[in-house]
């Protein structure tokens, strides 16, 4: 039997309460029925206005903040992508059927995001609870005083929260400047590799102490060769960096010893079991070979790098793919696979930050690389890897860390 099609019009004119699509301009795009009844307003008064146009601070009210309440809100969620409860609110409407003469009303906001399939923010949706006669039933209870008491308790209320965040900011602000530190004691300076061109980006998620699990290591071999790796520890913070730290060491001295990725990573894979924390993580290993002009390449459950030829054609090196880090392997060594490359080519490593986003298939995440990588690969690795940043990266700023290494081949 056919499932019937869900008519999301209807659905969205049905939701209780009083609801409306913004854009990130704080525009109207849409509202329900439940606004229109409890506004006094009608869609063409609304629709395609700016909303402190059609809803302005009362002006016979010189302590009214809710329009800049509900502006910094709805902001917020544009610039931060996350959802925003809002303590009741004071907002005065004025009557449509007397101009001039304004209705004291209370309201119980929550602004939320509504994402495009990349990660952006295409609206917010703005849900309120009108708690009106609620106010009024506490101000007749307390004497005709209760609104006022509310607004006072929810001034001095905020104003607590307020001295919180200012201890939490301050807090935060000094563990930063120690995470800072030690990411910068964890990986390595960006440097040349040989007389080869380079370039390296680490960029932290939104929201943490900037310093994560993602890595990478470029290390100088013998003869006209280069070991390039990333890899990835599950988790963020301070304790995702030790690890991190850990892994990048051993593998940077597995490579001078194994001389070849696969057996390099199998070592790692062996050294992670008594790492705390580190098992399932990823890790990709890459020898560059300029004398021979090939890649040889081992991935432990790693997003596969990136070659873009000089003709502009774009290969995702797939083909020695393993299990992560201190996951058994039925075989007894890890898969190793090797790619040609010509002068002029350009090979891509990164850690998943870079592709995956939470809306949509990690294809697509490879695909809008591919088509960066070719637009860009004639520039130098320095703004490369700025452009492939700016390309694949949402301007709200990324759930994920992400570190970038771009070399020129």
């Known amino acids: 039997m056919r499932r019937p099609e869900t008519d999301y019009a209807a659905v969205f004119q049905a939701l209780p309460g009083v609801v409306a699509l913004l854009t990130p301009q704080l525009v109207y795009v849409d509202v329900n029925g439940g606004f229109l009844r409890a506004t006094g307003r009608t869609r063409d008064q609304v629709i395609g206005r700016y909303i402190f146009d059609v809803f302005p601070d009362n002006p016979n009210d ?44 209370y309201w119980s906001p929550i602004n939320v995001p509504v994402f495009a399939p990349d990660g952006q923010v295409i609206m917010v949706m703005l849900r309120v609870e009108e708690v ?62 040989g007389h080869h061109r380079a370039a390296v980006r680490y960029q932290p998620a939104v929201g943490t102490l900037n310093v994560c699990g993602d890595w990478y290591e470029l290390t100088d071999m013998p003869g006209d060769r280069i070991a390039v790796a990333v890899g990835d520890v599950v988790g963020h913070g301070l304790r995702a960096a030790g690890v991190m730290g850990q892994l990048r060491s051993a593998l940077s001295a597995a490579c001078h010893v194994a001389k070849r990725p696969a057996p390099a990573l199998e070592a790692l894979s062996t050294y992670a079991l008594s790492v705390q924390g580190a098992e399932s993580s990823t890790a990709l290993q890459a020898f560059v070979d300029w004398e021979t002009r090939i890649i040889t390449y081992s991935s432990a459950g790693h997003p596969p790098p990136a070659l873009a030829h000089p003709d502009g054609t774009v290969a995702f090196l797939d083909q020695a793919t393993g299990p992560p880090l201190g996951i058994p392997t039925d075989s007894e060594v890890r898969p190793e696979a090797v790619e040609e490359f010509d002068e002029g080519a350009v090979l891509v490593l990164y850690t998943d930050g870079l592709i995956e986003r939470r809306t949509e298939d990690i294809d697509t995440g490879l695909r809008r690389l591919a088509v960066s990588l070719a637009r860009h690969r004639g520039a130098d690795p320095e703004s490369l890897a700025d452009a492939l940043l700016l390309d694949l990266l949402p301007s709200r700023g990324i759930t994920d860390d992400t570190v970038l290494v771009v070399v020129r081949l």
Do not use: C, I, K
């Open 62 to 105: 010189p302590t009214a903040t809710g329009m800049r309440n509900f502006q910094a809100s709805l902001l917020r969620v544009v610039a931060t992508g996350e959802r925003d409860v809002m303590a009741v609110q004071r907002y005065d409407v004025e009557d449509p059927a007397r101009p001039g003469v304004w209705q004291e009303r």
């Open 132 to 193: 009106t006669e609620l106010v009024r039933t506490w101000s007749t209870r307390n004497g005709g005083s209760g609104a006022r008491m509310l607004e006072a308790d929810l001034y001095t209320r905020a104003r607590e929260l307020q001295e919180v965040n200012e201890r939490l900011r301050r807090a935060h602000a000094h563990e930063r400047e120690v995470a800072l530190s030690l990411q910068a004691a964890m990986l390595p300076v960006p440097r040349p590799v």
